[in-house]
């Protein structure tokens, strides 16, 4: 039998979360023994409702009542640019809340059953216990799109050196990423103590001396991930452009949108001129931000085919973003992020 | 006269050294400080045996969820690259060796492979880990029979902890000739055996894969499918009766070359690994690159709906 949908019996008598009985969380009437009255009112999900878990948990229930996992809010910030007032009160009721915000993780999706996708879950992660974390059938289950089949290499490519040597999300993402910081804010960026590669291998403690002239050389002027990632990740194409999106595997440099000195990976977004038009959002500013957004694939390896040739970006330009690659109909803000890398000198 | 008797001395320990590889010659792959397939018995017995280092390589949440106590975790992913567009390219020796230094391997370590057998790609993980462990320059490797579905079914002792290595610096030599580039082994057509390792459906070109751009086998290869290796417990088949099936397809001779390929290189290795480390095959080389590499050039020969 798929194990999926059966709880461990062992757990009703031994873990606390049980012991007020399943109604406790779920409701229902479990004294009935119709199966009508016995389903009355019952809750499938009891953590969308954060003050079942709050009771206990009061502090990160408090928090993550703020987070961008519950609040979605992440998803209006990366738009929102691009729209007039008008239009964004148009989104905020007929897409926002019914569409962006119908995603929110509640407190079960990572710690008691698989997210649904798609309306599909794979079900409860260990016969109902609640877990502290299991990133490989939670995370990565969101996330399944981009970032962990990069991570693992199942994206077509070559693993995360991370994940090779047995590292998972939450050895890097710290809790506030997880939980929220407290109040109310509107981008991943907004969280202090975000992971960086040079928390763990700070600049100086290169072993050979072509990695510490790499790294002098590039410093302030190339992300890491520019050199480090292993190839190929996803790019999103024609989000709701009638058509339905689509997802290429791609390698792209150029400016970062937010830091123009520095030449990064970037990922193309799906968000094309036409994406709300059937809402009636033409998207008025549009062209103030670009389709080409900074990316982390999560692809990373010691050794590159970048790292091993300098030629392929100072002679070949390999991957660096042209002006006949940029999507079509695109922003105009796309083509502040062009870079012709240098040339090699003697 | 004392130069004459040493030279007599020498000539005669030829001849007996002689005689010895003759003999012997068919077995050499059997000379080995471990048995190329280990049971889960032996296995649980040498847990803590010197030198033995137990290489878990399914995906590292499988690792976790329960492993053989003291294995060490190195996903199937991280001992293949992607190059040219061929899926299953082997490591740049840096890489490899960068990879055997951080799991503690050394020339002389015992390396048992735990993978899973629970489909044919995944059964043959192994030996493509074991193909490349060997290409690196470690001879003592074998394979956890039945993979860890056996061991968790005998209710062997499993751990959930990480293990991790003590890191040494790899210094091997690579043996590059198990390796074969596409150049070599259509030139190879005709004059050694070419073994095709695929299921008879993609040697007969009914079916493909979608990153294969052409369907069939090289012409003059034989079928030889890996996914015949295991039994229905994922447990490899008798010594015998894989000796038996290998005669009948490659032929007795020890010393012929042997040239094998799949789609992906990744059943090329299951026969490659029992023809040279199981049955004594000397002369036995794989395709990494396959008919992904192969069906991209329109001068190799492939054939479909013939069985020569």
């Known amino acids: 039998m798929y194990k999926g949908v059966l709880v461990d019996k062992g757990l009703l008598e031994s873990d606390p979360h049980f012991a007020q009985g399943c109604s406790f969380c779920h409701k229902g009437n479990e004294e009935s023994q119709n199966k009508e009255a016995a389903h009355k009112g019952l809750m499938k999900r009891p953590s969308d409702d954060l003050e079942t878990c709050a009771g206990c948990h009061e502090e990160i229930a408090a928090s993550y009542k703020n987070s961008l996992h519950y609040t979605s809010a992440g998803q209006r910030h990366g738009v929102m640019g691009r729209f007039s007032e008008g239009e964004l009160r148009i989104f905020d009721v007929k897409i926002f809340e019914k569409s962006c915000r119908s995603c929110h993780a509640s407190c079960g999706d990572c710690h008691v059953k698989s997210p649904a996708i798609g309306g599909v879950s794979t079900g409860l992660l260990k016969g109902h216990r609640f877990v502290k974390k299991d990133e490989g059938k939670t995370c990565a289950l969101c996330h399944g799109g981009r970032v962990y089949p990069e991570f693992t290499g199942e994206y077509g490519g070559v693993p995360d050196v991370h994940y090779q040597k047995g590292m998972a999300c939450a050895d890097c993402h710290s809790k506030g990423e997880f939980h929220g910081v407290g109040g109310p804010y509107t981008s991943r960026r907004d969280v202090k103590g975000r992971p960086a590669c040079i928390g763990c291998h700070p600049a100086g403690q290169e072993k050979s001396k072509k990695a510490k002239t790499a790294h002098t050389m590039h410093a302030g002027k190339a992300s890491c991930t520019s050199c480090h990632s292993s190839g190929n990740y996803r790019n999103c194409y024609n989000c709701h452009e009638g058509k339905g999106a689509t997802s290429k595997p791609g390698f792209i440099l150029g400016r970062n949108p937010r830091n123009k000195d520095i030449?990064?990976?970037?990922?193309?977004?799906?968000?094309?001129?036409?994406?709300?038009?059937?809402?009636?959002?033409?998207?008025?500013?549009?062209?103030?931000?670009?389709?080409?957004?900074?990316?982390?694939?999560?692809?990373?390896?010691?050794?590159?085919?970048?790292?091993?040739?300098?030629?392929?970006?100072?002679?070949?330009?390999?991957?660096f973003l042209t002006k006949e690659d940029l999507i079509k109909d695109g922003s105009k803000a796309n083509e502040e992020?062009?870079?012709?890398?240098?040339?090699?000198?003697k | 006269?004392?130069?004459?008797?040493?030279?007599?001395?020498?000539?005669?320990?030829?001849?007996?050294?002689?005689?010895?590889?003759?003999?012997?010659?068919?077995?050499?792959?059997?000379?080995?400080?471990?048995?190329?397939?280990?049971?889960?018995?032996?296995?649980?017995?040498?847990l803590s045996a010197p030198g033995l280092v137990i290489v878990d390589i399914r995906k590292v949440e499988s690792y976790k969820a329960g492993h053989v106590p003291g294995s060490l975790s190195a996903f199937y992913g991280s001992w293949v690259?992607?190059?040219?567009?061929?899926?299953?390219?082997?490591?740049?020796?840096?890489?490899?060796?960068?990879?055997?230094?951080?799991?503690?391997?050394?020339?002389?370590?015992?390396?048992?492979?735990?993978?899973?057998v629970a489909s044919a790609p995944e059964q043959c993980f192994r030996t493509r880990v074991a193909w490349t462990l060997i290409y690196g320059g470690v001879k003592n490797v074998a394979l956890l029979d039945g993979g860890m579905e056996k061991w968790l079914?005998?209710?062997?002792?499993?751990?959930?902890?990480?293990?991790?290595?003590?890191?040494?610096?790899?210094?091997?030599?690579?043996?590059?000739?198990?390796?074969?580039?596409?150049?070599?082994?259509?030139?190879?057509?005709?004059?050694?055996?070419?073994?095709?390792?695929?299921?008879?459906?993609?040697?007969?070109?009914?079916a493909k894969v979608p990153n294969v751009a052409k369907p069939g086998h090289l012409k003059t290869a034989v079928c030889l499918p890996s996914p015949w290796l295991l039994d229905g417990e994922g447990m490899m088949k008798k010594t015998e009766e894989l000796a038996a099936m290998a005669a009948g397809v490659v032929g007795p001779d020890h010393a012929k070359e042997i040239m094998s390929y799949c789609n992906t290189g990744v059943f090329a290795s299951g026969w490659w690994y029992v023809l040279r480390e199981v049955l004594g095959y000397r002369n036995v080389k794989l395709h990494d690159g396959s008919m992904e590499e192969l069906a991209r050039d329109p001068n190799a020969p492939i054939v479909k709906y013939t069985w020569k």
């Not at chain 1, 992020?337 to 000198?345: A, C, E, F, I, Q």
């Open chain 2, 1 to 46: 006269m004392k130069n004459r008797a040493n030279a007599k001395r020498i000539i005669i320990r030829m001849f007996y050294a002689v005689l010895v590889l003759l003999f012997l010659g068919p077995l050499s792959g059997l000379a080995r400080d471990i048995a190329p397939v280990v049971s889960g018995e032996w296995l649980e017995k040498n």
């Open chain 2, 153 to 206: 079914k005998d209710k062997r002792q499993v751990a959930t902890d990480f293990s991790k290595a003590k890191e040494s610096e790899y210094e091997g030599q690579l043996e590059k000739g198990i390796n074969l580039s596409k150049e070599q082994i259509l030139a190879g057509l005709g004059k050694a055996v070419v073994v095709d390792t695929r299921p008879p459906d993609f040697f007969f070109g009914v």
């Open chain 1, 337 to 345: 992020l062009l870079v012709v890398p240098k040339s090699l000198t």
């Open chain 1, 263 to 319: 030449v990064t990976t970037l990922r193309l977004v799906p968000t094309v001129r036409g994406t709300f038009e059937e809402m009636g959002i033409k998207m008025e500013n549009f062209d103030r931000l670009p389709n080409y957004w900074d990316a982390y694939p999560h692809n990373i390896k010691k050794r590159t085919e970048r790292t091993r040739s300098c030629t392929l970006c100072h002679s070949e330009r390999k991957g």
């Open chain 2, 81 to 116: 690259a992607k190059k040219n567009n061929n899926t299953n390219e082997l490591l740049e020796p840096d890489d490899l060796f960068d990879l055997l230094s951080s799991l503690g391997i050394t020339p002389t370590s015992k390396v048992v492979i735990v993978g899973s």
